[in-house]
Nanobody, 121 residues
Framework: VQLQASGGGLVQAGGSLRLSCAGSGRMFTPYFMGWFRQAPGKEREFVAAIRWSDDNTYYVDSVKGRFTISRDNGKMTVFLQMNSLKPEDTAVYYC???????????????WGQGTQLTVSS
């Protein structure tokens, strides 16, 4: 499968943006799809995930109440609605999908190429 993330850009602090991630090629029904981000000089960190079977969602504490992950029923597509953006949200955002069941929303085996989000103060 190929995962294509899109929707990044430059936004002012307090603004909103929605990221999309669409699968193509040899798609599968994932156990989880998620978003991670990596800021310059920092390690990649988990942001949000959605469990495909029941739409349960998971978030890192720093984005709870501001970001919402959702999916497109019938398609291997996830979205990340980001509101009340802060400069510290600036990073490259990656989407990911898990084909194999590990039980954890932190484990993924398919990754997209990333989309840049820059939040100006």
């Amino acid at each position: 499968v190929q995962l294509q993330a899109s929707g990044g850009g430059l936004v002012q602090a307090g603004g909103s943006l929605r990221l999309s991630c669409a699968g193509s090629g040899r798609m599968f029904t994932p156990y989880f799809m998620g978003w991670f981000r990596q800021a310059p000089g920092k390690e990649r960190e988990f942001v949000a995930a959605i469990r495909w079977s029941d739409d349960n969602t998971y978030y890192v504490d720093s984005v709870k109440g501001r970001f919402t992950i959702s999916r497109d029923n019938g398609k291997m597509t996830v979205f990340l609605q980001m509101n009340s953006l802060k400069p510290e949200d600036t990073a490259v955002y990656y989407c990911a999908a898990s084909r194999f069941h590990t039980g954890s929303y932190l484990d993924y085996d398919s990754w997209g190429q990333g989309t840049q989000l820059t939040v100006s103060s």
